[in-house]
């Protein structure tokens, strides 16, 4: 018998502080499935009314899911968590995409009334696993010229948008950069973060540390130390380190609960499921990918581009969001619906786990803007995709 679909809210969102991905980063000598329990047990502690017992499956997206990464990551969390043996586990792999399509996964067996609580997020620690470690892409995509080579470099992809718009330059790029330090240095001085990022006690090469705030940000940056900076993808070419994100550690993760568990324990959620979407693009523009899941997402839901009042989208690089500003006739970098309180090119991008931070910043937009009542949160994806998730504010 078909059951009537549930109402999903997330009821808690954080994540550890972002490092920078080489040895003495914060989390150089920290294993990945660490980062994942401190976050499980932090949201947990939290959320006392929700008792472990309760929660139905822990589901984490890795992008390398070897090493401290593989064997099933979801489950082997749950055990070094602590919670209930009888609490499953698994992993999911989305490559940038897959802390973001493990928390739908959980959206989606809640909805279905196969679960009341999930734990979801996840996690990439790309100084023990760099990007594409141990991929073995099938020769068939270049020798029979299936995809172009340059879809295998994302550097190289994001040059690629710069091609297609000629009118997205250089100079753009770096002005969305620096603006995107800008609000991200305004947000972590007006404290916002502070219940978002969970300190962790971390051993480094100086000894012990608490990693407590990201590695990433360059608060000074400005358009002008940004023109003497490298060009490592192609020669005369626009995209560098500046306006795009880094190399970083870091896990991210959330409670969903089902209404009826809300509504019987009495819970305060932050934010409602309203529904999700992925598309594909062409592999060597994988950066546009954001573009084609926000128009499929709105048209499944019945709502237009502007009843969003925030928009979290990943910045891999800076010309893929100038191109969704672009084909959305947005205003401009300055649109206060846009990575309001700053991106991934100052924060970092630790691939899985971006997904689950971006879920963390928007339910934070949202408890500092009680009228608001729907906003989306977006990625590109390797290999041409990308993920739309909208949500409605469940703290007015």
């Known amino acids: 018998m078909a059951k009537e679909q549930q109402d999903v809210y997330v009821l808690d969102a954080c994540r550890t502080a972002f490092g920078k991905a080489r040895p003495d980063g914060f989390f150089g000598q920290t294993r990945a499935d660490d980062m994942v329990v401190k976050v499980i047990r932090t949201l947990m502690a939290r959320n006392p009314d929700l008792e472990p017992s309760m929660i139905d499956d822990n589901i984490w997206g890795a992008t390398t899911q ?8 979801g ?3 749950a055990i070094l968590a602590g919670l209930p043996v009888d609490v499953p586990g698994y992993s999911v792999d989305r490559m940038c995409a897959g802390g973001m399509t493990a928390i739908n996964c959980g959206v989606s067996a809640i909805a279905m009334g196969m679960a009341d609580a999930i734990v979801a997020g996840g996690v990439e620690h790309m100084g023990h696993h760099p990007m594409g470690q141990g991929a073995d892409p099938n020769p068939r995509f270049i020798a029979e010229k299936i995809v172009d080579t340059s879809a295998l470099n994302m550097g190289m992809t994001a040059e690629n948008i710069h091609d297609m718009y000629p009118n997205l330059t250089r100079q753009m790029a770096d002005e969305y950069a620096v603006y995107c330090q800008k609000k991200a240095k305004d947000a972590l001085d007006a404290g916002y973060f502070d219940d978002i990022i969970i300190p962790m006690t971390v051993w480094t090469t100086e000894g012990w540390k608490v990693a407590d705030h990201d590695e990433q940000p360059r608060p000074e940056a400005t358009v002008e130390n940004m023109q003497g900076l490298r060009l490592p993808f192609r020669k005369g070419g626009r995209v560098t380190a500046g306006n795009s994100s880094g190399l970083n550690d870091g896990a991210a993760g959330s409670i969903l609960v089902s209404g009826k568990l809300v509504e019987k324990l009495g819970l305060k959620p932050k934010m409602k499921a ?5 598309a594909g693009v062409r592999p ?10 926000t128009e499929k997402v709105l048209e499944r839901t019945g709502l237009k581009f502007d009843d969003l009042d925030f928009i979290e989208l990943n910045e891999a690089f800076a010309v893929q969001c100038l191109a969704y500003i672009d084909a959305f006739k947005m205003d401009g970098i300055e649109d206060k619906r ?23 910043h928007l339910a934070k937009l ?13 990625l590109c994806v390797g290999l041409g ?12």
Do not use: C
């Open 66 to 73: 070897m090493g401290d990464q593989g064997l099933t990551l």
């Open 284 to 293: 060597e523009v994988m950066g546009l990918g954001p573009v084609p899941a």
């Open 75 to 77: 489950r082997t969390s």
């Open 385 to 396: 995709m990308g993920a739309a998730t909208i949500w409605e504010n469940a703290q007015s």
């Open 274 to 278: 309203v529904g999700f979407a992925y």
């Open 366 to 378: 949202f408890e500092l803007n009680p009228k608001a009542k729907y906003g989306i949160t977006t």
């Open 338 to 360: 846009l990575n309001q309180l700053g991106g991934a090119i100052a924060y970092g991008h630790p691939l899985a786990s971006s997904g689950g931070r971006l879920v963390a």
